[in-house]
């Protein structure tokens, strides 16, 4: 056990710098904390966004999309970086007022529709474009079944034990403990959902894989908190099968990497303006 003599006192106080990962940006309020405008690109659709998992999902959509011939698909990606504080910009918080990325700009549309929460974005998108999301009553909501379940699982895996093995300037065991616990129960369903067919929600590739696959893919995969080994990873068979087969995709090797500001220069493309930018704009050709 933790030893742990602190009491919560009777009101609970802000105290600025506790010395976490988030410290700087994490705030008791929401809303803006400055004026600017967002920037407005050339294609339909303007993403605000930024690599990490859930900035993943949505890119790896369009991505998708594109790759089926959805010309309306066309977007701009602008980098929101969170650690600077980009999110509680007043344009921002107008599109999305939990100043949290992805949050997207629908210019197709009198007004501009926005969307926020990266499944909303997902399911948005199927719905607009008529892809990824089965037209069969059954096939659809067997997707949104786990479209909704990772919605609500991956905030334990990510905001839990993410937060707590890789980030906490403390290794709290209690809460290592708990948080463990509840990832290996939520990969156990999915291994368990994954041995009955190729993918998620059955034999069709929908947007519950494009959901799931950057969260728990990518921990499986040792791309995110180094805890592929401490979760033994490899008795997660058919997750494993499943996450290898889906970052062998054309579409996710593209939309994994746009965002993104961390890993190798070559894995990262800070915006994405044109299908181009692949070949030319990634930070390995930027800086070399
Ligand atoms: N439920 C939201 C979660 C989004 C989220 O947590 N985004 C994080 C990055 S992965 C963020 O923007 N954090 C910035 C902040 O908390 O200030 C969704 O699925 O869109």
Redesign the pocket.
């Known amino acids: 056990m933790t030893d742990n003599t602190w009491q919560p006192p009777k009101v609970w106080e802000w105290k600025k710098n506790n010395g976490g990962a988030?410290a700087n940006?994490?705030?008791p309020v929401s809303g803006p904390t400055h004026e600017k405008v967002l920037p407005v690109g050339k294609h339909p659709l303007q993403l605000y966004s930024?690599g990490?998992?859930?900035?993943q999902?949505v890119t790896i959509m369009l991505e998708e999309l594109l790759a089926l011939g959805v010309t309306g698909a066309e977007y701009d990606a602008w980098l929101?970086r969170?650690g600077e504080?980009d999110?509680?910009s007043s344009g921002f918080v107008d599109v999305?007022p939990?100043?949290?990325?992805?949050?997207l700009s629908d210019h197709s549309t009198t007004p501009p529709t926005r969307v926020?929460?990266?499944?909303?974005?997902l399911l948005y998108l199927a719905e607009k474009f008529g892809h990824l999301l089965p037209k069969d009553p059954a096939g659809r909501t067997e997707t949104l079944n786990w479209l909704f379940w990772l919605?609500g699982a991956?905030?334990f895996l990510?905001?839990g034990f993410g937060h707590f093995f890789n980030y906490a300037p403390v290794k709290i065991e209690y809460a290592i403990d708990r948080f463990t616990m509840e990832a290996k129960r939520q990969f156990d369903v999915l291994d368990k959902q994954l041995g009955r067919g190729r993918y998620v929600a059955g034999e069709e590739y929908t947007i519950a894989d494009i959901a799931i696959w950057p969260w728990y893919g990518n921990v499986l995969l040792g791309n995110v908190y180094n805890a592929a080994e401490f979760l033994d990873a490899q008795s997660y068979k058919n997750v494993l099968r499943w996450a290898n087969d889906i970052a062998h995709r054309p579409a996710v090797k593209r939309g994994r990497i746009v965002n993104k500001t961390n890993g190798p220069l070559e894995e990262q493309l800070h915006e994405r303006h044109d299908a181009s930018d692949f070949d030319t704009q990634t930070e390995d050709k930027r800086q070399g």
């Open positions: 988030f940006i994490n705030r930024l990490t998992p859930n900035g999902k929101i969170i504080g999110q509680f999305n939990n100043s949290k990325i992805p949050a926020f929460e990266s499944g909303n974005i919605q991956a905030p990510g905001g």
